[in-house]
């Protein structure tokens, strides 16, 4: 039997972060919605919570695709909507995430915002937003918003990206 780990994930709009994770080999299920971190639970920005399995998805790679697909160096007006931020559920993955940020760093002009935060609470999206792009991935915010981000998944990292994606 394969474990399955989860990992949180913030930056963007959750519909085109859950999207992204939907796509990849190696991830099993992603939930989309709303997640505050543990110190502040009140304070929800929208996030997936992604399930994939370690043996055939690297977390290295999942974070490195997640920093590669929202503005992970930009400090917008909308960040209290749009936390960029990796949220944890096991304590000795902290200092896992600190390394592979300070390790992706390099690959970065400007210095990674993306916060790294235990997670704390989790609200998922009304069922009429789940699975927003595979719905009809011919609807506008799908055409301009995610479609380029899923373009870039299958230049950049097409050897994760699920063969009912490419």
Not at 33 to 48: H, L, Q, R
Not at 106 to 123: C, S, V, W
Not at 148 to 154: A, D, G, N, V, Y
Request: overall charge neutral.
């Amino acid at each position: 039997m394969q474990n399955l780990f989860k990992i949180g994930f913030g930056g963007g709009c959750h519909w085109y972060t859950e999207a992204v994770f939907m796509a990849l080999k190696g991830v099993h299920k992603v939930e989309q919605g709303f997640i505050a971190p543990k110190e502040d639970p009140e304070n929800f920005s929208e996030a997936v919570i992604v399930y994939y399995y370690p043996n055939l998805i690297a977390l290295k790679d999942l974070v490195a695709i997640h920093l590669d697909t929202h503005r992970s160096t930009q400090n917008h007006s909308m960040r209290h909507k749009y936390r960029s931020g990796i949220y944890y559920f096991m304590n000795n993955e902290q200092a896992v995430l600190k390394e592979l940020l300070s390790a992706l760093q390099l690959e970065f002009k400007e210095p990674i915002i993306t916060g790294i935060l235990p997670f704390g609470a989790f609200n998922a999206s009304e069922e009429r937003f789940q699975n927003y792009y595979f719905k009809d991935t011919e609807k506008p915010f799908c055409k301009t918003h995610i479609t380029p981000k899923m373009q870039l998944l299958k230049e950049k990292y097409a050897k994760h990206v699920s063969t009912d994606v490419l």
